[in-house]
């Protein structure tokens, strides 16, 4: 499974973004999809993730109601809606797919297996 993350970039406080996992590989349909950040010199901070096999989604404390991931099976992509971004937002955003037939947490990253490059988001203040 191949992962590429594109979308990042410069946007000022309370401006929206969108970011784009492709998926080849693997169908991300079949798959738990999620999202995670991280800061330098810090751990990853899980952001969202899409369940596998169902419309359903979990999110971090810090992103509920603001960010929204939702993928097209057609372009076997997901993708990361972000809205009313605060500087603290800024990170470097990863997708990563979940280990299939886990039950760990869907909250850490070591229940991810494959991982994209990254992609850089900076909120100005």
């Known amino acids: 499974v191949q992962l590429v993350e594109s979308g990042g970039g410069l946007v000022q406080a309370g401006g929206s973004l969108r970011l784009s996992c492709a998926a080849s590989?693997?169908?991300?349909?079949?798959?738990?999809v999620g999202w995670f950040r991280q800061v330098p010199g810090k751990e990853y901070e899980f952001v969202a993730v899409?369940?596998?096999?169902?419309?359903?989604?979990l999110y971090g404390d810090s992103v509920q109601g603001r960010f929204t991931i939702s993928r097209d099976g057609a372009k076997n992509t997901v993708y990361l809606q972000m809205n009313g971004l605060h500087p603290e937002d800024t990170a470097v955003y990863y997708c990563?797919?979940?280990?299939?037939?886990?039950?760990?947490?869907?909250?850490?990253?070591?229940?991810?297996?494959?991982w994209g490059q990254g992609t850089q988001v900076t909120v100005s203040s």
């Open positions: 899409a369940r596998r096999g169902t419309a359903s989604a």
């Open positions: 990563a797919t979940r280990r299939p037939f886990t039950t760990g947490s869907y909250y850490h990253p070591d229940e991810y297996d494959y």
């Open positions: 590989g693997a169908a991300v349909g079949s798959l738990g």
